[in-house]
Every structure is written in structure tokens, then in C-alpha cells.
């Protein structure tokens, strides 16, 4: 079955403990990226990779880094969280073809982080 | 500054009404328009896209219609059922594809 997997789903932490949200997906897609999801904002991007070891900040990197080692995988990293990232957190995957034809990115489940 | 708004935050509409919901965007460069649908404990999932090319894309019950100089997109399903009921978001982003510019969504109900 096509998917997006993230790990954990749900996490409660505590101020400036370092975590890693996995993502991995498994078809193949060279397009891959994180969002968050607040109320009354909307999805807002983070970061993005267009292939392994190509990323790029999206529209609201701060607090965050990610990397892509594998084609499969791509974990955001808070090195020091705050609060203010305690959010609802989506990895999407994209095969970079798709963009105008009938498909576009598939989402995994959501992880929903809490900073205390 | 959001580049893509959704001004609606909710929307009911009777089973086999109408629904239609609305997107405005700011940036003249955006090329591509997408509609995703969530449920809640899910994430998006694709609904419907058009380009800028075009003014109106069709698939089964679901139309977008693109009024470019207008910067406005709206989504009409017809008929709706109450399994259309969900979140509702829309999406923009440029001709590169890199990057996407998500509304704040409108919560569709569907009343039986």
C-alpha cells in the first residue's frame, strides 16, 4: 500500500529537549516536505527536498532542520524546542512528475506535538 | 502574511444541495491551484487541481473554477453527500512546483 508513515504520532516534551519527527514514505517520490498546521493558519510549510541531499526552507523554518540521506526518509529535527512549535505536524511526499497531472502530494497521518 | 485565504471558516449545506466554497490568493505568480480534504485524526488528501491555463476543471461531482484576474478559485460540489463533510483546504503554488501556499480551511457540514 502506497504511504506516508510518521513517528511518533503524538509527543509531549518539555522546553529545549532535542527531538526527531520520522517521516518515510515508500513510493518512490523524489518531493518531499514538512508542514504544520495551526488554528487559524492553515497549513504552513517548513521545509522541503526535491531529491536526496537537496532541501530548502520553506515558509516558516525557524526552530527546525531536516535532512534527506535517503530517497525513502526525511526527519525534522527540533534541536531545542519551544512552545511556540507545539503544533500538529504533516510530511507530505510528491513524485516530481505529478505536479500537473491528476495526483499531487500525499500526506502521512500527523503527529501532534506538544512543548511544555 | 498569508498569500492564500479562505475567508469562510465553516459552511452547512443540505445532502443534495450545493456547496461552494471560496479561495483568494495574492501572488500573481501562483500557477497551480489545488483542493485538499481532510478529515480530523487524518492528514489531506488530494481532492482536485486546475492550472492557470484553464478556467474550469471537472471531476465527477467536484468543479474548480480559476478566475484569474479576480485571484479567486472556488470548489463546487454537487451533489453534496454527507461523506463530503470535512476540511476543506485550498492550495496555490508557482510553476516550479517547490513550493505550496496553504488557506486556513472551511469546515464543511453536510446535513442529512
Known amino acids: 500500500e502506497a504511504q506516508v508513515t510518521q513517528n511518533p504520532r503524538y509527543l509531549i516534551t518539555v522546553t529545549g529537549k532535542k527531538l526527531t519527527v520520522t517521516c518515510s514514505q515508500n513510493?518512490?517520490?523524489?518531493?518531499m516536505s514538512w508542514y504544520r498546521q495551526d488554528p487559524g493558519l492553515g497549513l504552513r510549510q517548513i521545509y522541503y527536498?526535491?531529491?536526496?541531499?537537496?532541501?530548502d526552507k520553506g515558509d516558516v523554518p525557524e526552530g527546525y532542520k531536516v535532512s534527506r540521506k535517503e530517497k525513502r526518509n526525511f526527519p525534522l529535527i527540533l534541536e531545542s524546542p519551544s512552545p511556540n512549535q507545539t503544533s500538529l505536524y504533516f510530511c507530505?511526499?510528491?513524485?516530481?512528475?505529478?505536479?500537473?497531472?491528476?495526483?499531487?502530494?500525499?500526506f502521512g497521518p500527523g503527529t501532534r506535538l506538544t512543548v511544555l | 502574511d498569508q498569500q492564500v485565504k479562505q475567508n469562510s471558516p465553516s459552511l452547512s449545506v443540505q445532502e443534495g444541495r450545493i456547496s461552494i466554497l471560496n479561495c483568494d490568493y495574492t501572488?500573481?505568480?501562483?500557477?497551480?491551484f489545488l483542493w485538499y480534504k481532510k478529515y480530523p485524526a487524518e492528514g489531506p488528501t488530494f481532492l482536485i487541481s486546475i492550472s492557470s491555463i484553464k478556467d474550469k476543471n471537472e471531476d465527477g461531482r467536484f468543479t474548480v473554477f480559476l478566475n484569474k484576474s479576480a485571484k479567486h478559485l472556488s470548489l463546487h460540489i454537487v451533489p453534496s453527500q454527507p461523506g463530503d463533510s470535512a476540511v476543506y483546504f485550498c492550495a496555490a503554488s508557482d510553476l516550479a512546483g517547490n513550493q505550496f501556499y496553504f488557506g486556513t480551511g472551511t469546515s464543511l457540514t453536510v446535513i442529512p
Open positions: 513510493m518512490n517520490h523524489e518531493y
Open positions: 501572488n500573481s505568480m501562483f500557477d497551480y
Open positions: 507530505a511526499s510528491m513524485g516530481l512528475g505529478a505536479l500537473f497531472n491528476t495526483d499531487t502530494q500525499y
Open positions: 527536498s526535491m531529491n536526496v541531499e537537496v532541501t
